[in-house]
C-alpha cells in the first residue's frame, strides 16, 4: 500500500518535523511512502504538484502511483497523526472506494483517509469539468465511514482530524 503524505491548501507549507510525523503514521502500515506536493524536502519521496493544486488534483497524482491497491492519504498538517487509526482504516477497508474518518458533526476529514484507485478516472473526469472539492468526489463513492465513536478508540475525534491553521 502507498502511504502519501499531501502538502496542498494554506500559502505556508508545514514544516519537515510535521511531514515526518505524517510519514511515521504511514510507515507501519505502507510498503511504499511519498510526500506529494509543496516542499523541497524528503527528495527519494517528493512528488511536486502545480503551485495551484487543489486537493482533488493531490489526489489524482496520489492513486496515479498506487498501484492496484488502496492509498493511504494524510494530510501534513495534521496536527495528531494516529497510526492506530490508520492502522484500524486498513482493517475495515473492505471493498469500499473510500474509508474515512468523521468528526462529532458527522463531516469527514477527507485528506486522512484511503482511495482506491479505480476513482482516478472519475477524479480525472471532475477535474475536467472544473471541480476542485473532494467533496464531489465523495458523493459518488462508495464509502466507509468512521464514526467518531471509532474514532474515538484512539484519541478525541476532532483533535486526531484537527489541521495546522
Known amino acids: 500500500m502507498l502511504g502519501a503524505v499531501v502538502v496542498v491548501g494554506p500559502a505556508v507549507a508545514p514544516d519537515a518535523e510535521a511531514i515526518r510525523g505524517a510519514l511515521a503514521a504511514l510507515r ?34 496520489v492513486l496515479r502511483q498506487a498501484g ?52 482516478l478516472r472519475r477524479i480525472e473526469g471532475l477535474i475536467t469539468a472544473g471541480e476542485r472539492d473532494i467533496s464531489a468526489l465523495l458523493e459518488t463513492a462508495t464509502i466507509r465511514r468512521i464514526t467518531a465513536e471509532e474514532v474515538a478508540k484512539f484519541g478525541e475525534p476532532e483533535l486526531l482530524l484537527e489541521r495546522r491553521g
Open 28 to 61: 507501519p502500515h505502507c510498503h511504499r511512502l511519498a510526500v506529494f506536493g509543496r516542499t523541497e524536502q524528503f527528495d527519494n519521496l517528493h512528488h511536486p504538484l502545480p503551485a495551484d493544486a487543489s486537493e482533488l488534483h493531490a489526489l489524482a497524482a
Open 68 to 119: 492496484r491497491e488502496h492509498a493511504a492519504v494524510m494530510p501534513a498538517d495534521l496536527l495528531r497523526p494516529s497510526a492506530e487509526l490508520i492502522r484500524y482504516m486498513i482493517e475495515v477497508s473492505g471493498s469500499f472506494e473510500v474509508v474515512a474518518p468523521e468528526r462529532h458533526d458527522g463531516s469527514v476529514q477527507p485528506l486522512l483517509a484511503l482511495y482506491h484507485p479505480k476513482l
